[in-house]
């Protein structure tokens, strides 16, 4: 992916840790000195990253211009799994800060994220956010507990050039598992290339079968992380369908052992008619590897029957459960304007696109939305000047993600599970035997007990 300085915006700033609270400088029950409110913000880029960092200290500055009422204090805190905990018992958690789309469900739980609900909606912001995301962030009474700023969910990439000479029609992409197989025989047929390719190595093949799981209805852990869930019929219908493309069809390539630097390199080649992966495989795929603008597609996440999920990740925004009602309002503004506001505001769209096209980067690229489709829909009517891809040829997956539903990637030790699933996705691509009921019995008894470590 293109790095500019903005795209701190998007990203986790993981990294030193300060000590700096603000006790000394504010009321531990408002946060107030001198009528100004007074937060902790996260993510202030290292030193080692000094474009970064002018960038953040810029738009703190400018935020404090806009906002005199209210007092940043930038902090390098950011999300760590190894020290989260000891800081959020610590009470050294910053007043606002990011992490990944994964944490809500249990911050919610051990109650260590502010009910944000009230907060938006004064901000009257609630409503401009997009619910399919926003449902990761809530708890069973739909309350806000985080704000989404970047979000991500597994679609279907496709050769728009192998379809046409498939007799398939690009602007159509299949929605069905079904319709994937049929797609990949008509696309082997015609062409000779493999129609349709999965991630075996590195993580990257359990990170997409857990992806087929969800689109068949499972899941591969349950909801706190204590139990793997995985040998089960979804499971066991995802690897058949792999299984059945391998072996009868004769669709998917030779190679079994794929990354996704070496899938990309295929696809871009003309190799693969179909892989799996986010609206930002762009980046990847035509920016590094050159494949025609024209020739990359991508649609929602194939389904085994009608919205049943796909997996996908990003980064919201929590607050401190301790901070007052005025620190939550003053940090629901913060991220609004640092991560929200070029959604929402049509001079800060504009001059974003203009810098950003001026600079010979991706324009314009879409994906799933973190605001509403109206909002995000206007967004693009502000910067449609300066967009420099294809637009269209992304239809079919923002109109899927509208409805499919997104499920967030396993909560306990996710790249272990991923590890574990690697081997299965391969067997079943190296042995046309391969026992499935065995492998996913097996495999999920490897996977429960680091769960339970």
């Not at 000891?86 to 739980?109: F, N, R």
């Not at 003309?270 to 603008?293: E, F, H, T």
């Not at 996908?312 to 503004?333: F, H, L």
């Not at 314009?364 to 891809?389: C, E, K, M, R």
Request: charge should be negative; glycine fraction near 8%.
């Amino acid at each position: 992916m293109t790095k500019r300085v903005r795209s701190v915006v998007a990203v986790i700033a993981l990294g030193g840790l300060s000590a700096a609270a603000l006790a000394g400088c504010s009321s531990p029950s408002t946060g107030t000195t001198d009528g100004k409110v007074s937060i902790q913000i996260g993510d202030r880029p290292s030193a080692d990253r000094p474009e970064d960092r002018a960038y953040f200290d810029k738009r703190v500055e400018a935020f404090e211009q806009a906002n005199p009422d209210i007092d940043l204090e930038p902090v390098e805190t950011g999300y760590d799994a190894s020290t989260f905990q000891a800081l959020a018992a610590g009470g050294s958690l910053p007043t606002v800060m990011s992490v990944p789309l994964t944490e809500p469900a249990g911050l919610i739980k051990r109650g260590q994220a502010a009910d944000l609900t009230d907060a938006l909606k004064n901000e009257g912001l609630l409503d401009s956010l997009n619910p399919t995301v926003l449902t990761l962030a809530e708890n069973s009474e739909g309350r806000a507990y985080a704000i989404p700023t970047n979000a991500y969910s597994f679609g279907l990439v496709y050769n728009r050039e192998l379809f046409t000479k498939a007799g398939l029609d690009p602007d159509s992409p299949p929605t069905t598992w079904d319709e994937v197989r049929a797609a990949a025989e008509k696309i082997h047929d015609a062409t000779g290339a493999a129609g349709f390719s999965v991630l075996t190595t590195a993580n990257t093949g359990g990170w997409q079968f857990s992806g087929m799981t969800y689109s068949f209805g499972g899941t591969v852990e349950n909801e706190d992380g204590s139990q793997a869930t995985f040998d089960d019929k979804p499971s066991t219908q995802a690897l058949q369908l792999i299984s059945d493309m391998r072996w009868k069809d004769g669709t998917m390539p030779e190679n079994t052992l794929y990354d996704i630097p070496t899938q990309g390199q295929d696809f871009a080649a003309g190799k693969i008619g179909m892989i799996i992966g986010a609206s930002d495989s762009y980046y990847n795929i035509v920016q590094n590897l050159k494949l025609p603008a024209d020739s990359f597609g991508i649609g929602g996440m194939p389904q085994a029957k009608a919205d049943e999920g796909t997996l996908g990740g990003g980064t919201v925004q929590i607050v401190d459960p301790k901070a007052s009602a005025e620190q939550q309002a003053a940090a629901v503004k913060w991220v609004k304007f640092f991560y929200l506001q070029r959604y929402l505001d049509e001079t800060t769209a504009v001059d974003d696109a203009k810098a950003s096209n001026e600079a010979g980067s991706v324009t314009g690229l879409p994906g799933l939305p973190v605001v509403n489709s109206d909002q995000y829909s206007t967004y693009f009517d502000w910067i449609a000047d300066y967009i420099n891809v294809p637009s269209a040829n992304f239809t079919p997956y923002l109109d899927a993600s509208a409805s499919i539903p997104v499920v967030a990637e396993p909560v306990n030790n996710a790249q272990e599970v991923y590890g574990a699933l690697d081997t299965v996705v391969q067997t079943v691509l190296t042995d046309q035997n391969a026992d499935i009921p065995s492998l996913l019995s097996t495999a999920q008894t490897d996977v429960q007990s680091r769960l339970s470590r």
